[in-house]
């Protein structure tokens, strides 16, 4: 399994994901989830992949060669001459059908799910930055002010700190630490995400980028937010008041004595009764 995230922001997008494949407790492997797809002062696009390996390996290579035909004597449509991140979605989406035409039905033979989701971002000379949640179908979600972020993987240990922490008005500097501070959460609760990870902040308009990082387990920054977040929350935790069962002198009692839980009696039939 893996855990990748993807943040549209005001400011720009960032990207993260981890390196981690297994089939199995035997078979763990390091593969790179995430892929640029650029073209110098005319188009920037990140892909990032989660799900069955070698359906995401199948659809990053055929993504660079996918056409869909327009009609109307118009050149087909590639990731390349989209005019729009829709369009290039739209590519994207027809390379995961296509794949799954190729594969699924010998998936299915046996007894694999098609099983891929990936999260696709960037932006295209002349038009906004655009962030996207592709779905195994080939579908798709785009992100909006009131949910600027994606996750695709195992996104459950790292959620909670995106939910608290993001809006469109974060600065990418702020974005980028609260992302590794969901992926450290997830790190640290499942044992299928694991290092190195791949760190990608693109700022809007630039149509290039300059800050990737590879993040390793002797990363100095890296382990400065496990060491942090970790301290951090054991002080929290430990700064909040222990419960005050029914009242007492507690500024913030659970519950009061006209509150108290009596819990119903069960009356023992005699089939019940062990003689």
Same mark, same amino acid.
């Given at each position: 399994?893996?855990y990748?995230?993807? $943040?549209?922001?005001?400011?720009?997008?960032?990207?993260?994901?981890?390196?981690?494949?297994?089939a199995? $407790?035997?078979?763990?492997?390091?593969?790179?989830?995430?892929?640029?797809?650029?073209?110098?002062?005319?188009?920037?696009?990140?892909?990032?992949?989660?799900?069955? +390996?070698?359906?995401?390996q199948?659809?990053?290579?055929?993504?660079?060669?996918?056409?869909i035909?327009?009609g109307?004597?118009? =050149?087909?449509?590639?990731?390349?001459?989209?005019?729009?991140?829709?369009?290039?979605?739209?590519?994207?989406?027809?390379?995961?059908?296509?794949?799954?035409?190729? @594969?699924?039905p010998?998936?299915?033979?046996?007894?694999i799910?098609?099983?891929?989701?990936?999260?696709?971002?960037? &932006?295209?000379?002349g038009?906004?930055?655009?962030?996207?949640?592709? %779905?195994?179908?080939?579908?798709?979600?785009?992100?909006t002010?009131?949910?600027?972020f994606? &996750?695709?993987?195992?996104?459950?240990?790292?959620? =909670? $700190?995106?939910?608290?922490?993001?809006t469109?008005y974060?600065?990418? @500097?702020?974005?980028a630490?609260?992302?590794l501070v969901?992926?450290?959460s997830?790190?640290?609760?499942n044992l299928?995400?694991?290092?190195? +990870?791949? +760190?990608?902040? %693109?700022?809007?308009?630039?149509?290039r980028s300059?800050?990737?990082?590879?993040?390793?387990? &002797?990363?100095?920054?890296?382990q400065?937010?496990?060491?942090t977040w970790?301290?951090?929350l054991?002080?929290?935790?430990?700064?909040i008041?222990?419960p005050?069962?029914?009242g007492?002198?507690?500024?913030?009692p659970?519950?009061?004595?006209?509150?108290?839980?009596?819990?119903?009696?069960?009356i023992?039939?005699?089939?019940?009764?062990i003689?």
């Amino acid at each position: 399994m893996t855990y990748c995230i993807g $943040i549209r922001l005001n400011a720009g997008l960032v990207f993260l994901s981890d390196s981690r494949t297994n089939a199995g $407790i035997d078979q763990i492997s390091t593969f790179r989830k995430m892929m640029v797809y650029e073209k110098p002062d005319d188009r920037f696009m990140v892909l990032l992949s989660a799900g069955n +390996l070698s359906i995401s390996q199948s659809v990053r290579e055929i993504l660079q060669l996918e056409k869909i035909d327009r009609g109307m004597d118009q =050149p087909p449509l590639t990731i390349w001459n989209a005019e729009s991140m829709f369009d290039a979605v739209r590519v994207l989406g027809a390379a995961v059908r296509r794949v799954h035409q190729q @594969d699924g039905p010998s998936l299915r033979a046996s007894g694999i799910d098609f099983n891929a989701s990936m999260i696709f971002g960037g &932006q295209i000379k002349g038009e906004v930055m655009r962030l996207f949640l592709v %779905y195994s179908e080939g579908n798709f979600i785009e992100a909006t002010r009131e949910t600027c972020f994606f &996750q695709a993987g195992e996104s459950k240990y790292g959620k =909670p $700190i995106l939910d608290r922490v993001l809006t469109p008005y974060t600065s990418l @500097d702020e974005a980028a630490k609260c992302a590794l501070v969901s992926m450290d959460s997830t790190l640290q609760s499942n044992l299928s995400v694991g290092l190195p +990870l791949d +760190l990608l902040v %693109y700022r809007e308009g630039d149509l290039r980028s300059e800050q990737i990082a590879c993040i390793d387990d &002797q990363n100095p920054y890296f382990q400065m937010i496990h060491r942090t977040w970790g301290q951090r929350l054991r002080e929290v935790f430990e700064g909040i008041s222990d419960p005050a069962w029914y009242g007492g002198i507690a500024q913030y009692p659970l519950c009061t004595q006209s509150e108290r839980y009596e819990p119903m009696r069960k009356i023992a039939r005699p089939e019940d009764r062990i003689v």
